[in-house]
């Protein structure tokens, strides 16, 4: 059975999606701006970040609070997360890495994103877990 439409989720889903628009795009700015060295280092940064987030959501939403208000899920996890890990756009930096002749850069870019976003998801989860 498919769980019943309610339309709070959607404006849930906007408002986290709107702050994690503003949160990459903030993180992508400030980061390019020290640094600026060929490796997209925003959008990885960004990806770690929200794949920490998303592992603390996980244990709150799922595990230790599973009573909550299921669009504080769509909030965080759908529109915050959603907006602000940045996976379409990590693709299209590695294939421009490629294009422009840079495959080792390529792919250290996409070795250290794949491997540090799933370190910083488990991070999130056992702090969650011995925190909550």
Do not use: D
């Amino acid at each position: 059975m498919i769980p019943a439409f309610h339309w709070t989720h959607l404006i849930a889903i906007a408002c986290g999606g709107a702050i994690g628009a503003m949160g990459r795009y903030s993180v992508v700015q400030i980061t390019s701006k020290y640094w600026n060295h060929g490796l997209p280092l925003g959008t990885l940064l960004a990806n770690v970040i929200g794949c920490f987030i998303i592992g603390l959501a996980f244990v709150i939403f799922a595990i230790k609070y599973p009573a909550l208000a299921p669009q504080w899920r769509s909030l965080v996890v759908v529109g915050f997360l959603g907006a602000f890990t940045t996976f379409s756009s990590y693709a299209l930096e590695a294939l421009t890495l490629i294009q422009q002749g840079q495959v080792n850069l390529a792919v250290i870019y996409l070795v250290l994103s794949v491997c540090l976003c799933l370190l910083a998801v488990a991070s999130g989860y056992y702090v969650a877990k011995a925190l909550f």
